[in-house]
């Protein structure tokens, strides 16, 4: 039998090309930051993993990875005890770390998980080659051959400022109705999604309201959803649902914090989906008791790997509350452990989200493709993908380029600031 012990585990924080997209914090940076993990088998078996790279998630990482040598692949649940043992170790060291972004509340208990996760999904993806298994079968067998995922829609700029050493894309420019429209039009053209998410929060309500009217018009019938990420008060959230109630799918995060979105769902009269208010388990119970989510939209970076989201779905089924698939700017070997934990979910009945179309550059081999906007659920060993060597270098050498060294922390206010340089992170709520 193939000895399972590790041997080695190899870190590589890469910086990835990421289009001028905007959000209630700001607009992308040209480049985001990624975590490759690979732990390597004493067998000659090596997983990969990934995860965010932002400094703060690689500090952690790293004592992680020095402790996982000498223990089994195979042993999962292990990967939290050590998790705990960092984290003592480097809130002693370091005081606590928080997690940022769009994510809720901050807590380093969301950053331990985030780094869990990228480590788990490494282990089964050794643990499915050193079987002959796909990490479907690792997680109980797959449900459904092929995953369908949402056209991700972000108003947008043609460009990254001059001087920003940004990659080119051909997506232009989307900054009203219009614009999203033909944005809709080539996500449907080139790999055949048939349900849209706009990401809104970037201009006022009725120029977004105006947006979802012309997606309906273009796309009729089509399932369509808009998340601001919780920039608008209770009232103009009610606003916008009225408004809306007749072509939505769901309305995702449209005010902050579980209280607040407890009050829209009492009057919307259209589900309200989040990422934001439950991140974590801790914060079911608030959620589902207040009657404050229809739909969780999880994310196995958050939650700490496959199986917890696999436990996420499994809590949601039995308080008849809805799952989806969350997505923040990832690379194919996310996408490969998002659409092998998708196909082993019984209660997914809503399209997936995914920012891989927006990406140019991937680590794999083959980048995985999209037909009729779904992703075919592999049965190769493993999550079925091989990393590219030439391709993981040459992203590695930009993040130790010290030029790009500002870029190794993503802020969106920061990139925000490059176009104007009074900007500042709004107050919530904006609306």
Not at 11 to 37: C, E, F, K, M, S
Not at 224 to 235: E, F, I, Q
Not at 349 to 377: I, K, M, N
């Amino acid at each position: 039998m193939t000895d399972l012990t590790i041997t080695d585990v190899r870190l590589t924080p890469v910086l990835v090309a990421d289009p001028p997209l905007l959000n209630a914090q700001g607009v992308h940076q040209p480049y985001t930051p990624r975590l490759l993990i690979e732990v390597v088998t004493a067998g000659g078996v090596t997983g990969v993993g990934e995860t965010y790279g932002d400094t703060k998630y690689l500090e952690l990482a790293r004592p992680f990875a020095t402790r996982l040598i000498g223990r089994q692949v195979s042993d999962l649940n292990g990967l939290f005890v050590v998790a705990d043992e960092v984290s003592v170790a480097e809130e002693r060291v370091c005081g606590q770390v928080d997690v940022g972004g769009l994510r809720g509340v901050q807590t380093a208990d969301k950053l331990r998980l985030s780094v869990v996760s990228g480590f788990e999904v490494a282990c089964l993806d050794a643990c499915g080659k050193a079987l002959g298994l796909p990490v479907h079968a690792l997680l109980g067998g797959k449900l459904r051959d092929a995953v369908e995922y949402s056209a991700y829609l972000f108003y947008k700029y043609a460009d990254h400022p001059a001087g920003a050493a940004a990659q080119q894309d051909d997506w232009g420019a989307a900054l009203d109705p219009a614009g999203i429209v033909a944005q809709a039009r080539l996500f449907h053209e080139r790999y055949g999604f048939a349900s849209f998410k706009l990401k809104g929060g970037c201009f006022p309500p009725d120029e977004e309201i105006a947006a979802i009217r012309a997606l309906a018009e273009a796309f009729p019938g089509k399932p369509l959803r808009l998340d601001p990420n919780g920039a608008w008060s209770v009232a103009t959230s009610l606003k916008v649902a009225d408004a809306l109630r007749d072509v939505l799918e769901y309305l995702e995060d449209p005010a902050l914090g579980t209280p607040a979105m407890a009050e829209v769902a009492a009057e919307a009269g259209v589900p309200l989906a989040t990422n934001m208010c439950v991140t974590t388990f801790a914060e079911i119970e608030e959620a589902f008791r207040a009657r404050a989510v229809q739909v969780v939209l999880c994310d196995h970076h958050y939650w700490g790997g496959l199986r917890n989201t696999q436990q996420l779905a499994a809590i949601c089924r039995t308080f008849g509350v809805g799952v989806s698939m969350h997505s923040n700017t990832h690379l194919g070997v996310s996408l490969a452990a998002m659409t092998h934990v998708a196909s082993t979910v019984p209660n997914l009945h809503h399209a997936c989200d995914s920012h891989y179309p927006w990406q140019s550059e991937d680590v794999l081999t083959e980048r995985l493709t999209f037909a009729d906007g779904r992703v075919a659920v592999s049965d190769a060993p493993g999550l079925g993908v091989e990393l590219d060597r030439d391709k993981v270098a040459l992203l590695h050498r930009r993040w130790l380029d010290g030029s790009f060294a500002a870029l190794r922390d993503r802020d969106d206010a920061a990139a925000m600031r490059m176009r104007d340089p009074q900007w500042v992170t709004p107050d919530v709520p904006r609306w």
